[in-house]
């Protein structure tokens, strides 16, 4: 039960979500429990990446070893968005150096009928929901602990192609040749999906963020069939269960979606790439919800004069209401925990110094 969680010591990223003023702006980061930790490779020395993901306590502990080496402001469970194809009964394996890969992907109509559904996600996905649970004790409310999903397209497209990294030329032409039977699956992988965010916020998870990582790769026309609805359905459908609990979105590469999202979803937050302006974005949304990114990855390895003139003028152009600091996606596996801090620091320093200016 949630009053039987350690209290909560470090609220900033839900009052930013909520849109309530803080004293410095919060920062997390995409991918922050990840291979530039040389702690995190000490512990998949010894197991699979889905053996960590489906072990509550490596989980837990993959989770908090950046919280306890960096000032961050949330703590987002360490999974991957694939374990929902993997409880439909779909394979996926993660091969090294080359990411996810589904021996047995979809290519048929007929081979729909190979995913399993409806499907039980306390069963099936009940190993997440044991980790957060674990975890929520174990960060003894240092921060919030986020819970997170795939997008229905972005689960539709590793399906379809059986991997990432591709022109997706495969999904994209089931949603031009067979948008019946797309809109189906797609269907599925949106009810599995909200019924997993509900599992994960009942477990403990303090918000929950849905990612579209492949979204920019469909057209406006395309987003607005195959994308936006789902997404607007996953948002809506969870805040009608946990009203009260921050959701985000992040669509990325489709920020000509901002506007939409923001006036027709129901998330609180929605995350933002780094090939848009943080002032065109705002202008989309206005203050509407909150915005969160978007500092391009690449950035951390420029060094620390860079780093803090990047940082600067990006707190600058979102404003330090309804905003949170973010990269505009991932870590990467080359990046340093020594930049990955200094990024933080930054974020917290600055924004501290611009609110002050402010009263």
Not at 34 to 39: D, H
Not at 266 to 279: A, F, H, Q, R
Request: hydrophobic fraction near 40%; aromatic fraction near 10%; include cysteine.
């Amino acid at each position: 039960m949630t009053e039987q969680f350690p209290v909560l010591k470090n609220d900033l990223f839900l009052r930013a979500c909520n849109g309530e003023d803080v004293e410095r702006v919060p920062v997390w980061i995409m991918r922050q429990a990840g291979r530039y930790l040389p702690e995190f490779k000490s512990v998949r020395a010894d197991s699979d990446f889905f053996k960590v993901c489906q072990t509550p306590e490596l989980a837990c502990t993959v989770t908090i070893q950046p919280i306890l080496r960096f000032p961050l402001d949330a703590a987002i469970i360490f999974s991957d968005i694939l374990v929902i194809p993997q409880a439909m009964g779909l394979e996926v394996q993660m091969i090294p150096g080359k990411g996810p890969h589904f021996p047995d992907p979809i290519k048929t109509i007929d081979d729909l009928k190979r995913v399993q559904f409806p499907i039980s996600v306390q069963e099936k996905l009940g190993y997440v929901f044991d980790a957060i649970t674990l975890t929520r004790h174990k960060l003894e409310g240092k921060v919030p602990l986020i819970g997170f999903t795939g997008a229905p397209w972005t689960l539709f497209t590793y399906c379809i192609e059986g991997g990432g990294g591709t022109d997706l030329k495969e999904s994209k032409l089931w949603l031009l040749q067979h948008p019946q039977e797309s809109h189906k699956f797609l269907q599925k992988l949106t009810d599995v999906a909200v019924d997993y965010l509900c599992g994960q916020i009942k477990a403990g998870a303090q918000a929950a963020q849905v990612f579209d990582s492949w979204s920019g790769e469909l057209s406006p026309q395309m987003f607005d069939e195959f994308c936006l609805p789902y997404l607007i359905q996953i948002s809506r459908r969870v805040k009608e269960v946990y009203p009260n609990v921050p959701l985000i979105c992040f669509p990325k590469g489709s920020n000509f979606a901002l506007k939409k999202l923001a006036e027709q979803s129901s998330y609180n937050v929605l995350g933002v790439d780094w090939t848009i302006s943080p002032e065109a974005a705002r202008e989309m949304v206005g203050l509407k919800v909150t915005l969160q990114g978007n500092l391009d990855p690449i950035t951390l390895y420029a060094g620390k004069d860079i780093i803090h003139k990047q940082v600067e003028t990006m707190i600058k152009g979102f404003g330090t209401k309804r905003y949170i600091a973010n990269l505009g996606h991932g870590m990467q596996p080359q990046m340093t925990p020594e930049m990955a801090e200094y990024f933080v620091s930054s974020v917290h320093q600055i924004s501290e110094d611009l609110i002050k200016h402010q009263k």
